[in-house]
């Protein structure tokens, strides 16, 4: 099942939308992408909502040019506060220590019985979900959804590499966004921003007036 099976069946069809998904990141900042993302993933899978989660104290990403917390909160309410059905979701920025996805899905999994949960994850990712917490518990707790990104193909190599059953891997080979891969990066961004950059049309015009008024990524 494609993505566009996945439309098909999605809101005019008969399959319950009572699921939930879940996007997490930095969101630094939150840009178009994300928001792309998550409108397709909204109208596309079973859902009911969608959990934009920045991460706190993300274990793969120590990066010295990470905003706030608090900034990176307040970002993601400003982007994605257009949206219907997205909820800005705080608990891992609340959470003491690293910050991992299995415990974040073993959390919703537990308040939201009978649900099921979509994960998703980019193509550029997904190779290195091996090497994240307890990737079989990941894994076994929701469906991963890939969106293409540019550069990061999804192939058969790279299903093969993942700690799952045969059924998993074809059910994840099977979820994928159909989505325009794009290369836009956070980092370029916040370059560019520095730069003196200000015009950028990757951001929310709220967001800009944010970083502008807090002076962020100088």
């Known amino acids: 099942m494609r993505s566009d099976d996945i439309a098909a069946k999605g809101p005019s069809g008969d399959r ?32 009911e909502r969608l959990l934009v989660i920045p991460a706190g104290d993300h274990p793969h990403k120590r990066d010295r040019d990470m905003a706030p917390a608090r ?39 537990a308040e939201n019985p009978g649900r099921t949960l979509f994960f998703l994850i980019g193509s550029d990712n ?5 090497t994240w917490r307890d990737p079989e518990r990941l894994l076994a707790s929701c469906q991963v959804v890939t969106y293409p990104r540019l550069g ?32 836009v990066a956070a980092s370029d961004l916040r370059a560019r921003w520095r730069a003196g950059e200000r015009d950028l049309p990757e951001l929310q015009p709220s967001v800009r007036s944010y970083l502008a008024e807090r002076g962020l990524y100088r």
């Open 16 to 47: 319950p939308r009572n699921g939930l998904a879940v996007l997490g990141g930095s969101f630094n900042p939150p840009h178009t992408t994300h928001r792309r993302l998550a409108a397709a993933a909204l109208s596309r899978l079973p859902i």
């Open 71 to 109: 900034d990176r909160l307040a970002m993601c309410r400003l982007a994605f506060a257009d949206l219907p059905g997205v909820v800005v979701d705080d608990r891992e920025l609340r959470r003491q220590g690293p910050s991992f996805t299995v415990d974040t899905l073993a959390e919703l999994a």
């Open 126 to 130: 997904l190779p290195l979900l091996p």
């Open 152 to 183: 990061h193909p999804i192939d058969a190599a790279v299903l093969a590499k993942l700690p799952v059953t045969e059924p998993q891997r074809a059910a994840i080979a099977a979820h994928v966004l159909d989505l325009p891969a794009d290369a």
